[in-house]
């Protein structure tokens, strides 16, 4: 059975950090592209950060470039959220999703998630 297991958010002030965790113990994980989405105010997942299965390529979203790191232990089959610096904007629950595809930002794209985990900056 696949699944993901998110950990690690909170509520945080401004300019504070929060590293997420996400564990993927039934997944084969060499053969699935990692990636963070949020769901905030807005209708839909937003993109936030990608890890490639293979080469080590990452993807940010602009509004997160900078500030956030994402990586990806592949013995340990975990992969992590760095954030720095956030904002009252970050706030949102954040999931970890597996996908087939080298890259993807579309979140319909991914085939497995996670529960979630919310994160909370207030200002």
């Known amino acids: 059975q696949v699944y993901l297991v998110e950990s690690g958010g909170g509520v945080v002030q401004s300019g504070d950090s929060l590293t997420l965790t996400c564990a993927a113990p039934g997944l084969t994980f060499r053969s699935y592209a990692l990636g963070w989405f949020r769901h905030g105010s807005g209708e839909e997942r937003e993109f936030v950060a990608f890890a490639s299965a293979s080469d080590s390529m990452t993807r940010y979203a602009d509004s997160v470039k900078g500030r956030f790191t994402i990586s990806r232990d592949n013995a340990r089959k975990l992969v992590t959220l760095q954030m720095n610096n956030l904002r009252p904007e970050d706030t949102a629950v954040y999931y970890c999703?597996?996908?087939?595809?080298?890259?993807?930002?579309?979140?319909?794209?991914?085939?497995?998630w996670g529960q979630g985990t919310q994160v909370t900056v207030s200002s």
């Open positions: 999703g597996a996908t087939p595809q080298y890259f993807s930002s579309n979140w319909r794209t991914y085939m497995y």
